[in-house]
């Protein structure tokens, strides 16, 4: 049903066209629908997706190997790790252009902005550090040493913990924001990629590639592993079942868990940890995100080359949209 | 630039304790360190490889034990645990049991193995060597794997039976099925020849023929050699009946890249050179892989051979198995190990752990060209009841191991 009343608004959007022509005049991007940016790994680009017409509408050079994205807090850009480049990527959101680039130490993969500062949190796989960027001021604020490998960075709602996987020590570095220092280290399933704050900043999902398992930490008092998922696809080996990106839905109801190269996406009962079904999309499902009204899910499929578009409500795959080589990492305009 | 001695060199009298400082801010309470041996023994002076451009190595499998200690401790600091490393090797003909004596001296609860077939099995058999656990990071023979096996030695390198399945996996997926095989004059060569051939008759595979090149290893720095081999092998490989794909066997590299390039039918070569199976290559750079290569090189200052990543393995699961258990303790450490909790990521997409049957680490393996992984195996549409990772070398059933 969202699907339809997505597909209409269009029809009634041309009703009330000579009433917006002057604000579009002066603002076009306003009527513009909702923008999916996706980073091609193996291309060097982003693409950029019409939410109505599910169409890729842009494709942005970038640096080499973009993997993961954020928005700036004030919503104008879009940080887009560039590994190879060992630097953050900016694009103009209007300009869709490439119009600034910091350095961020060696082979950035994840990044995270902090909610309240200007701050950029980067994980440095070789140098087992999490480094701190002022993405104002461009400088580097500090490094945070963590575990071998950092890879998954989660930061909580209020912007007081982040949290880092490392994916050799297989540990969650719970850091406190403040002191900027890695206050617990907790072990969880093996190669930890992605972590994620529920809305309510009680707990935190990580998931683990190669255990193919998610772990919930407690955010509130323990900071421990309380809860562990784990996933059995029918009539799919158990080893290509590896868990990846996590989104969470914001009314608590639903968890969506990228299970890599098994091509699923597991849903899960955000409240039971139940898992609820396992949805088919494209290969080496990587990456997750949401749209604006959490009435879709998108998802990266790596071997494939394509992102899978899924309506929430149906819990069904509805379309695949060719992208670049390798895409990696999806994140929608807000 | 090598130090002579007749007897046992020690590389390193002290320990090698991560590097990085971290053992000296654990607390004084902490518990006994987890100490490791490793144990390896000279390269022979005339096994050099055939190519000038490959770097002739005198520290293969140590440097990967060494990473290893360091990835171990950098997690090990958080949890009060911490990681020694004793090295030893032996000079050729030295006695390796005098080697063993003087790590488990040092203290080495476990000893990781460089060691050639024949001297892994005097340390198996050595009365010092007590229950303390090897792992063969050294060694492709399957004996060791099978009848000759034992209950304390796990094998972190895969057996010739594995490569050889791994690659005959990427040939039925390529549908080429027509082998013609030559293989070295040496025992082991004799033995790979064999392991293809059963590999061969598993996946559906025919080796419409053999031949071995009898080749003298001492002649191998001839200047302008070139002239010689590319009127010789044509003529060698010229009688062999009609083949989708020659298959070399020379574990030693005396002969075999000689052969790309100057067949008689314009064919791709296989096997121990051309297209090769292996453990480990640094073409390799799929799952993460780059970070580890990265992490190599800056340590040793070279390439990761497949060697290096075997030592890395076996001190890397000792390392899974401590963290995750929370013990040092040799009991509880194997018991995990051998457990159905155990996943190592090793870089490789799949997760490796050991078969209980004759513990050997199931891995995928890489097939590769000299400079790009072509594919990794098992290949997709190759099934297996258990895990398609048993697909490759000797399955439970047909193991004549019995611990």
């Known amino acids: 049903m969202p699907l339809l009343s997505q597909l209409t608004t269009p029809a009634g959007r041309h009703a009330t066209l000579g009433l917006t022509l002057g604000i579009l005049l002066i603002w076009p991007l306003v009527a513009q629908a909702e923008r999916i940016f996706v980073s091609n790994e193996k291309d060097n680009t982003v693409s950029v997706i019409d939410g109505e017409t599910l169409e890729v509408v842009e494709t942005i050079s970038v640096g080499r190997r973009p993997r993961a994205m954020a928005?700036?807090?004030?919503?104008?850009?879009?940080?887009?790790?560039?590994?190879?480049?060992?630097?953050?990527?900016?694009?103009?959101?209007?300009?869709?252009?490439?119009?600034?680039?910091?350095?961020?130490?060696?082979?950035?993969?994840?990044?995270?902005?902090d909610p309240n500062r200007p701050y950029l949190y980067v994980s440095n796989e070789d140098d087992n550090i999490v480094s701190v960027l002022d993405y104002e001021a461009r400088t580097l604020v500090t490094e945070i040493p963590v575990g071998v490998e950092p890879e998954g960075l989660g930061i909580s709602p209020d912007g007081r913990w982040l949290i880092a996987t490392t994916e050799t020590s297989n540990m969650a570095h719970i850091i406190d924001a403040e002191a900027m220092e890695a206050v617990h280290h907790r072990?969880?399933?093996?190669?930890?990629?992605?972590?994620?704050?529920?809305?309510?900043?009680?707990?935190?999902w990580v998931s683990s590639e190669i255990a193919g398992m998610v772990s919930i930490l407690d955010m509130e008092e323990t900071f421990d592993v309380k809860h562990t998922i784990r996933f059995d696809v029918p009539g799919v080996p158990r080893e290509t079942v590896q868990a990846v990106g996590v989104v969470l839905t914001s009314d608590g109801r639903y968890a969506f868990v990228a299970l890599g190269p098994s091509n699923r996406v597991a849903v899960i009962d955000q409240q039971t940890y139940e898992v609820l079904d396992y949805i088919l999309v494209g290969q080496r499902v990587w990456h997750l995100a949401l749209n604006g009204d959490e009435s879709r899910l998108y998802t990266t499929n790596g071997v494939s080359g394509d992102v899978t578009v899924i309506e929430v409500d149906g819990l069904r795959a509805v379309k695949s949209i060719p992208v670049g080589r390798f895409p990696w990492g999806v994140i929608v305009e807000p | 630039m090598r130090i002579k001695?007749?007897?046992?060199?020690?590389?390193?009298?002290?320990?090698?304790?991560?590097?990085?400082?971290?053992?000296?801010?654990?607390?004084?309470?902490?518990?006994?360190?987890?100490?490791?041996g490793y144990l390896g023994m000279e390269r022979p002076d005339d096994r050099e490889p055939l190519s000038v451009l490959a770097p002739v190595l005198d520290?293969?499998?140590?440097?990967?034990?060494?990473?290893?200690?360091?990835?171990?401790?950098?997690?090990a600091q958080f949890l009060d645990q911490e990681f020694v490393l004793h090295e030893a090797e032996v000079a050729q003909g030295d006695d390796v049991g005098e080697a063993l004596q003087g790590l488990i001296d040092q203290g080495a609860d476990w000893i990781v193995s460089g060691l050639p077939a024949e001297a892994l099995l005097e340390v198996m058999a050595h009365p010092a060597l007590g229950d303390r656990v090897v792992f063969n990071a050294g060694t492709p023979d399957d004996a060791l794997r099978g009848e000759s096996c034992h209950p304390n030695l796990y094998h972190t390198t895969p057996s010739r039976r594995m490569l050889a399945d791994a690659l005959a996996q990427f040939l039925g997926y390529k549908q080429w099925e027509r082998w013609?095989?030559?293989?070295g004059n040496t025992d082991e060569d004799r033995i790979l020849a064999e392991t293809l051939k059963a590999a061969a008759e598993r996946y559906g595979h025919r080796i419409v023929g053999d031949k071995m090149w009898p080749h003298d290893p001492m002649?191998?720095?001839?200047?302008?050699?070139?002239?010689?081999?590319?009127?010789?092998?044509?003529?060698?490989?010229?009688?062999?009946?009609e083949h989708d794909v020659l298959v070399i066997a020379d574990e030693t590299d005396y002969f075999g890249e000689y052969f790309p390039f100057q067949t008689w039918a314009p064919r791709p070569v296989v096997g121990t050179q051309g297209l090769?199976?292996?453990?480990?290559?640094?073409?390799?750079?799929?799952?993460?892989?780059?970070?580890?290569?990265?992490?190599?090189?800056?340590?040793?200052?070279?390439?990761?051979?497949?060697?290096?990543?075997?030592?890395?393995?076996?001190v890397r699961s000792l390392g899974e198995a401590a963290a995750r258990t929370g013990s040092v303790d040799r009991e509880t450490v194997i018991d995990y190990m051998l457990g159905e909790e155990f996943e190592l990521a090793g870089y490789l997409g799949l997760p490796v752990s050991y078969r209980t049957w004759n513990h050997q680490l199931r891995q995928p393996i890489l097939v590769t060209g000299p400079r790009m992984v072509a594919s990794v195996s098992p290949q997709e549409g190759y099934l297996h009841p258990r895990t398609p990772l048993d697909s490759l070398g000797a399955d439970e059933g047909e193991s004549p191991c019995r611990f």
């Open chain 2, 180 to 183: 013609a095989l030559v293989y």
């Open chain 2, 5 to 36: 001695s007749p007897t046992l060199r020690w590389l390193v009298a002290g320990s090698f304790a991560a590097g990085l400082g971290w053992s000296s801010t654990l607390p004084a309470d902490t518990p006994a360190p987890i100490t490791l």
């Open chain 2, 219 to 241: 002649a191998r720095r001839a200047e302008g050699g070139f002239h010689a081999i590319q009127r010789e092998i044509p003529v060698f490989v010229q009688d062999l009946p």
């Open chain 1, 71 to 113: 928005f700036s807090s004030d919503g104008s850009e879009l940080f887009v790790a560039v590994g190879d480049d060992e630097a953050i990527d900016m694009i103009d959101l209007e300009t869709l252009q490439v119009v600034r680039s910091q350095s961020s130490g060696d082979d950035p993969e994840v990044i995270r902005v």
């Open chain 2, 59 to 75: 520290d293969e499998g140590l440097q990967g034990a060494r990473l290893g200690i360091n990835d171990n401790n950098a997690t």
């Open chain 1, 187 to 204: 072990l969880v399933g093996a190669r930890p990629r992605h972590a994620e704050f529920t809305h309510d900043g009680r707990e935190a």
């Open chain 2, 276 to 314: 090769v199976a292996t453990a480990w290559h640094r073409a390799h750079e799929s799952w993460g892989a780059v970070q580890l290569q990265r992490r190599f090189e800056k340590l040793a200052d070279r390439w990761m051979t497949p060697r290096d990543f075997a030592a890395w393995l076996a």
